[in-house]
């Protein structure tokens, strides 16, 4: 039994005909199904794959030209001129002008104040009586030299220079003539302290201060009157040292200098502007800053003149200037951001490819460089921000479509 049992093994093993036809029919289905993909896969094209890798960039081209650029500082508005008027003589003050108050304008030579003059007139007239009689001293001293000429020509005139000049009463005439001068000159001083008890404003100014009144007491060792000039200010600004070469001072004193625009945004509107010109270079230089101080004069700063006073300098007034620098001709002029460091700016090939170009940077002002070699005109700049930057790498301008 057990050997019939063994016998019928082998042939159960065996595949059935069934099995052999779906065997066959399963590689065939295989078979035809690798070869349509194989039939159907889209070939390598190299331009495509370039496409996908370059890096889309935005593009600016560059222009050569003549420029003048600006460089941008901040000031303060100061007197052009101010003084502290005070009386050259002493008195009370009886008379004190409408004008003469502070905030007001007063005109050039227009009276002030007026002292009590009395205590003068009278010494005037002291020194009038003391020329009048040394004027009749030198009349009566003339008279004797002549008496004095008729006896030494009736002596014979036969005497040494020094005894004639004696007999002639030299002496006695210069003496009255000295006299005479020293009695002019004190009724000079006397005429002149008459006038100078009324006070006159020595230029158009603005009253700042008054220190005088009526019934007050003043001297020439107090102060009536702070004034300023009001025909003009000053503007002094701070630039670095290093732009001193670039600016362009008045080669002589009353030559206007260049035109400065000058902003005020805590009064004037954003658009109005105020015209300066740069007039004074101040000798010295801040060791800890570097920085020298220059001064740019503005006309009619109060705008007395115009019917419209909203752009008025105010002394005090901290103000944004627009100085331009002497004029550059033939530089590239691009954005300050486009130069990146060592002086290098990222330039696109006409093969799309980048490169990275050193250049000569002659001026930089707030928002331009200024390339005096190193690009040409017609160069086209890369003016993105790339995250790799390699010199070589691909490129692809950047279009409507990119997104």
Do not use: C
């Not at 039994?1 to 036809?21: D, F, G």
């Not at 065939?28 to 996908?52: D, Q």
């Not at 005439?173 to 006397?190: I, P, V, W």
């Not at 008459?194 to 009253?207: D, G, M, Q, S």
Request: charged residues 30%; hydrophobic residues 40%.
């Amino acid at each position: 039994m057990s050997n019939a049992e063994n016998s019928e093994k082998p042939a159960s093993s065996r595949p059935t005909w069934k099995q052999v036809l779906v065997g066959v029919l399963i590689l065939g289905a295989s078979a035809g199904i690798m070869l349509i993909i194989f039939s159907t896969e889209p070939e390598a094209v190299r331009e495509t794959a370039t496409k996908k890798t370059a890096m889309l960039v935005t593009v600016e081209s560059v222009e050569a030209g003549t420029y003048r650029p600006m460089i941008e500082v901040m000031g303060t508005v100061i007197p052009f001129r101010e003084v502290m008027l005070r009386p050259r003589v002493e008195g009370e003050v009886l008379e004190v002008s409408d004008t003469f108050v502070p905030g007001r304008v007063v005109e050039k030579g227009e009276m002030l104040l007026r002292i009590d003059s009395r205590d003068y007139d009278i010494a005037r007239q002291l020194r009038e009586s003391d020329v009048k009689r040394a004027q009749a001293e030198v009349t009566l001293e003339e008279g004797r030299r002549v008496i004095a000429q008729q006896d030494y020509e009736r002596m014979g005139g036969d005497l040494s220079p020094e005894n004639k000049a004696l007999v002639l009463r030299e002496p006695q005439f210069q003496t009255a003539q000295a006299e005479l001068l020293a009695a002019q000159a004190s009724l000079d001083r006397a005429e002149l302290d008459v006038k100078r008890t009324i006070l006159n404003a020595p230029f158009r100014a603005k009253v700042l201060e008054r220190f005088g009144n009526v019934g007050s007491q003043v001297s020439p060792q107090n102060n009536v009157a702070h004034l300023v000039d009001v025909n003009q200010f000053w503007v002094e600004a701070t630039v670095p040292y290093r732009v001193l070469p670039w600016l362009d001072f008045p080669e002589t004193a009353g030559d206007e200098g260049v035109e400065v625009t000058l902003r005020n945004t805590s009064t004037m509107d954003s658009v109005q502007t105020r015209t300066g010109h740069l007039d004074q270079l101040i000798g010295s230089l801040d060791q800890q800053t570097r920085m020298v101080r220059i001064l740019v004069k503005v006309e009619d700063p109060l705008l007395l003149d115009s019917e419209d006073p909203s752009g008025r300098l105010l002394l005090g007034t901290f103000v944004r200037l627009d100085v331009p620098v002497r004029e550059l001709q033939d530089v590239v002029r691009v954005n300050r951001d486009w130069v990146h460091s060592g002086d290098t700016v990222w330039v696109m090939t006409e093969e799309g490819i980048l490169e990275i170009r050193e250049v000569d940077v002659e001026f930089r002002d707030k928002t331009h460089a200024y390339v005096r070699s190193g690009l040409t005109e017609g160069d086209t700049i890369v003016i993105s921000q790339l995250a790799t930057v390699r010199e070589g790498a691909a490129l692809r301008v950047r279009s409507e479509n990119d997104s």
